[in-house]
RNA sequence: GCAGAGGUAGCCAAGCUAGGUCAAAGGCGCAGGCUUCAGGAGCCUGUCGCGAAGGCGUUCGUGGGUUCAAAUCCCACCCUCUGCACCA
């Protein structure tokens, strides 16, 4: 199963302990010096660090890095999340033995057996994973300021204090609140039951129905809707008459719902008392009366009511619900089955669509009108659902209501819903009630149901000043990639109020209300500025009573006298100003990365939060986002065997190549994928890239500065350019991709094309290139520094800066122009299938150059004509001489500057003449040999010359002649 | 359903925000050659088609349009992926 490649292990062990020898990554305050704050998302601890972790955090270690060789006093500290439900959970399914995760355990996370039995205590188990996850992050080679490690949750009480001082003053601004809140809700477990506790139904959440309180004699019929202004147009009520139906005093209101119905009621906070159990059937027949225009109006069978949704009471508006008209066309069908229950038929037939809509491209009764369009039989026919949700959408999008529908007349639909529905409410013929669409099931089997729970804690994302200022900070800091900044704004708009208090888990408990822990996702929002304080925590013992909320107040906020909070802490008054000091220096966050599945809520939040306990100066200054790792093209999951752990990787790839190979894997929010094939191959170019270097220093050479030489100076210029400024913006592969392979790729042809290299320039391309990737393979990049003599450590070495005087165009396209002979040489031989024995090269002559620049020139400024070029240059009576050449020569030229681009033509003009005749000479014996003939190179007037077929006169500038024989 | 991202040659994946230097970077795979005792090593060449002179033709999800010129801009359509909450 090893892979590695033969001496990674030995390399990386020797490097990371000679770094954490030397304490370099360990950053404090230096005022002399900038400084730059990385961070990412603490890990939650549950299972062990994946590839996917690996991802998103080695970008990160690669901004940091990046940025301390660009010369700021970088921090890049780590700390592991504890807070939540599924620890405990997975402890708890240990203690039972539960086959499937004890299996995950032992075969994916590799945990031992002795080991095991130890994790039905969820602290021991959270434990063991963060040991384990920090060998990883030491193994790959993070640049982790280790001093500053903490975890979360009341197991390490100082942490919880700061958590604690940060909900005091959430909750005094104002942005913690108390209210209700419907939940997914297993009443086996006695706890809200998330996606992933599901054993059926994800996705699946509550739903809120309108109930409007028909009067049936002394008590109500609460008909559940989505649609309550239909209200005008109702015509009957349907009942199951199989189902069982109950009387029962709800709030003290007599109510006649399902019998399903009432347990739910009573998770919603509502008193219900149950009296009475019958059968539907027994409703059938008899009338109830419409609150709203007090119509008395008749109760009919409808089977297909369910009793398990809502109150299983349905009232009908044949108009407007394709369901309800269908379900009375088939009772007019059915005369002997009314009879049955003693109703006249002609009750039935004489019922009468009221119109309440009115709706684009349907007359007055658009649900009879979507039943026979789509051909529906029956009530039980599935394209019911259909209809439905066609005129549902349309009707609520579009459609107007009609004058019957009184003081909502002429308005959309979906303008007066909410309104509507609140005045149904206080003029108490409107209730409410949750219900879930589908059924969900909990991991434990028990079907679940909604429940309202109440007094509970919210964030109040909804509220609207929140939200502007924290798109005011998302506007304020940088976002990578770009595109990213728009879903953040998105998100921030999307959010509503958030439960921040769990009942059970793990996590600190909320200050003001015990029998509350903070959730997960509420107490890791503002965390990075623990970071900064938690070193003097360590260092001076400081307990966690002693951090009370002045001490906090005065470190992040400057408020309060320090000598005073020194007495009243115990903590003396230098420590305390040294935690202010350091705060002051490193916030804000400069940079936070993270995957993109966290912008909805982890990274939204952060923001948030930052913009309701910081001023403005500490705000977030960077996030970067990315896609999310899938392995072999598959999504990584446990279940499905594809789990690759951090460690799994680095012992079988070692660091540098896990590092490479994720980061080459994809940037921006575009989702890599794990490739084992991938991994094989970068471990291949690693060695090659090791013995490359090796070999690179070992040469002899000349040291005669030539075209070549000054062109590989220019060309890896330009390279360290384009590698910085992906960095900037977090764009990792492709800077990654030319700092391995274009660069690569550039000094492989300038050895190829050099006979003896020159070893001063190799030299300084060489210590720029292993600084270029030192970002990425840090391990390798070491090793390569100190092959090439360096003392120091190319972590700490300075980033090659852009050097604009080494960029050399003349040399570029020299280069260019030796290339592309060489291309036409092997196009020419190819089509005419000659094995050249000789080749001859003719450049164009002076006057053509002249003619060229001329019309370059002019073309400056826009198109040119043949006359504009023509008569300037035949004031040149050397060129006059030439004027029928010139004309020829011309119309071919002016074509081709016409279609460049406008940088081409400025570039080349820059340039001037190329003294073509030179480069092509320097590099003869170069072309010679590779294209293993006799080489010849001419002026294309050189009387001399030899030009058996006449080509010389076809050359033009950067376009010489060839005559292949 | 709502929102976001994306569809590029055998595969992965750049380029497309500033249209021309794009038959389209780079990697992988494949084919051929060289080097080597050997090699999951290295080097070179080719990898849309045609071509007896550096050329031509046809490609960048589909169909239209704008332009002298479009993978790149506009419109419509088809398809794929991701998120949608009290949970890490």
Redesign the pocket.
């Known amino acids: 199963m090893k892979?590695m490649?033969n001496n990674w292990a030995k390399i990386e062990e020797k490097w990371r302990n000679e770094w954490e020898k030397a304490h370099i990554f360990e950053a404090d305050p230096d005022p002399t010096r900038k400084k730059f704050f990385v961070t990412f998302p603490y890990p939650?601890m549950?299972g062990p660090l994946h590839i996917g972790h690996g991802f998103t955090a080695t970008r990160v270690d690669i901004y940091a890095r990046f940025m301390r060789m660009k010369g700021f006093n970088t921090l890049f500290p780590w700390a592991w999340?504890w807070?939540?439900?599924?620890i405990v959970g997975a402890a708890l399914r240990v203690q039972k033995g539960d086959p499937e995760l004890v299996k995950a355990l032992k075969e994916i996370d590799g945990v031992p057996e002795d080991e095991l039995r130890r994790f039905v205590d969820p602290v021991y188990m959270a434990n063991y994973y963060t040991r384990e996850g920090k060998e990883a992050v030491r193994r790959i080679g993070f640049s982790v300021d280790w001093r500053r490690e903490f975890h979360t949750t009341s197991l390490e009480p100082t942490y919880s204090r700061f958590i604690e001082w940060q909900y005091e003053r959430l909750r005094e601004k104002g942005y913690v609140t108390k209210g209700t809140?419907p939940?997914?809700w297993c009443p086996n477990c006695e706890?809200?039951?998330?996606?992933?506790d599901r054993l059926e139904g994800e996705?699946v959440?509550p739903e809120e129905y309108t109930l409007l309180k028909f009067q049936y004699g002394d008590a109500y019929l609460p008909a559940a809707t989505f649609r309550p202004e239909t209200i005008f147009g109702v015509t009957n009520m349907f009942i199951n008459p199989e189902a069982v139906y109950i009387e029962a005093k709800v709030n003290g209101e007599k109510w006649i719902i399902s019998k399903e119905a009432a347990p739910k009621l009573s998770e919603q906070l509502k008193r219900v008392e149950v009296q009475r159990e019958f059968k539907g059937a027994e409703l059938i027949g008899k009338s109830f009366t419409d609150p709203v225009s007090r119509r008395t109006l008749p109760i009919l069978p409808g089977w297909f009511v369910s009793p398990e949704s809502a109150t299983g009471v349905v009232y009908s508006v044949p108009a407007h619900a394709p369901a309800d008209w269908i379900a009375l066309k088939d009772l007019v069908k059915k005369p002997d089955e009314l009879r049955k229950y003693g109703i006249d038929p002609s009750v039935v037939e004489n019922i009468k669509p009221i119109s309440l809509i009115r709706v684009e491209e349907y007359g007055e009764f658009p649900a009879v009108e979507i039943v026979e369009q789509l051909g529906v039989k029956d009530q039980f026919d599935p394209r019911v659902d259909e209809a439905t949700s066609i005129i549902y959408?349309k009707e609520f999008h579009t459609g107007v209501l009609k004058p019957i529908t009184g003081k909502y007349a002429g308005k959309r639909v979906q303008e007066v819903k909410a309104e509507l529905i609140e005045d149904f409410k206080k003029l108490n013929i409107a209730d409410s009630m949750y219900d879930l669409p589908e059924k969900v099931v909990c991991r434990c089997a028990t079907t679940c149901i909604v429940k309202i729970l109440s007094d509970q804690w919210f964030l109040r994302?909804s509220d609207p000043e929140w939200k502007k200022v924290a798109h005011e900070a998302v506007d304020s800091a940088s976002v990578f990639p770009?595109?990213a900044r728009?879903?953040f704004h998105?998100k921030l708009d999307?959010?509503?109020?958030?439960?921040?208090a769990?009942r059970t888990?793990l996590g600190t408990p909320l200050p003001w209300s015990s029998g509350w822990i903070i959730?997960?996702?509420s107490d890791s929002t503002v965390y990075m500025a623990f970071y900064t304080i938690v070193k003097h925590i360590r260092l001076h013992g400081i307990k966690p009573e002693q951090l009370t909320n002045a001490v906090f107040d005065f470190v992040f906020y400057g408020k309060g006298d320090g000598e005073i909070l020194a007495k009243s802490s115990g903590i003396p008054v230098t420590v305390l100003n040294g935690m202010k000091e350091e705060f002051e220096y490193w916030y804000p966050v400069d940079m936070r990365v993270s995957a993109?599945?966290?912008v909805?809520?982890?990274l939204s939040f952060f923001i948030f939060q930052h913009t309701a306990l910081f001023p403005k100066k500490h705000w977030p200054r960077g996030i970067g986002v990315n896609g999310?790792l899938s392995i072999e093209g598959q999504?990584m999951s446990k279940s499905k065997g594809n789990f690759l752990t951090l460690r799994n990787s680095l012992n079988r790839f070692g660091a540098d190549v896990t590092r490479l190979t994720l980061v080459l894997g994809?940037?921006?929010?575009?989702?890599p994928?794990w490739r084992e094939?991938?991994a094989?191959?970068i471990?291949?170019?690693l060695?090659?890239l090791q013995?490359?270097v090796g070999d690179l220093v070992k040469l002899h050479g000349g040291v005669e500065a030539k075209t070549v030489d000054r062109w590989l100076l220019s060309t890896v210029q330009r390279r360290v350019k384009t590698v910085t400024d992906a960095l900037e913006v977090m764009k990792t592969?492709?800077a990654a991709?030319v700092a391995f392979?274009?660069l690569w790729?550039d000094i492989?042809?300038y050895m190829?094309r050099t006979e003896a290299p020159n070893i001063k320039v190799l030299r300084e391309v060489t210590e720029i290139w292993v600084r270029l990737i030192a970002p990425f393979t840090p391990f390798l990049s070491e090793e390569l520094w100190h092959f090439l003599g360096k003392e120091n450590f190319v972590s700490l070495a300075e980033w090659p800066v852009y050097d604009n005087t080494k960029i050399d165009k003349a040399a570029e396209e020299s280069e260019e122009l030796v290339k592309?002979?060489m291309?036409?040489t092997?196009?020419?031989t190819?089509?005419?299938?000659?094995t050249p024995k000789r080749i001859c090269f003719y450049v164009a002559a002076e006057w053509k150059w002249k003619a060229y620049i001329e019309a370059l020139k002019k073309a400056q400024a826009g198109k040119i004509e043949m006359k504009d070029v023509m008569k300037d240059l035949l004031k040149n009576p050397e060129i006059q001489r030439k004027a029928k050449d010139l004309a020829a020569f011309l119309s071919k030229i002016i074509v081709e500057i016409n279609?460049?681009?406008?940088?081409?033509k400025k570039r080349k003009l820059e340039i001037g003449v190329l003294d073509e005749k030179t480069v092509i000479e320097e590099a003869k014996r170069f072309l010679q040999k590779e294209l293993n003939a006799e080489i010849s190179v001419y002026n294309e007037e050189d009387p001399q010359k030899y030009d058996p077929?006449n080509?010389a006169s076809?050359?033009k500038p950067y376009?010489?002649?060839?005559?292949?024989?």
């Not at 807070?83 to 599924?86: R, V, W």
């Not at 999307?494 to 921040?500: E, I, M, T, V």
């Not at 994809?666 to 989702?671: Q, R, T």
């Open positions: 892979f490649s939650y549950n999340h807070t939540g439900e599924p809140h939940v997914v706890s809200p039951t998330g996606d992933h996705g959440s959408r994302y770009e595109e728009t879903y998105d999307w959010l509503h109020d958030w439960a921040c769990r888990g959730e997960t996702l993109k599945e966290l909805p809520n982890h999310m999504k994809a940037e921006g929010m575009d989702d994928d094939e991938n094989k191959g471990d291949a170019r060695m090659a013995r490359f592969r492709t991709e392979f274009e790729n492989r042809w190829r592309s002979l291309e036409d092997v196009s020419i190819k089509a005419t299938k000659i279609m460049a681009a406008e940088d081409l077929k080509r076809q050359s376009r010489p002649a060839i005559y292949v024989e």
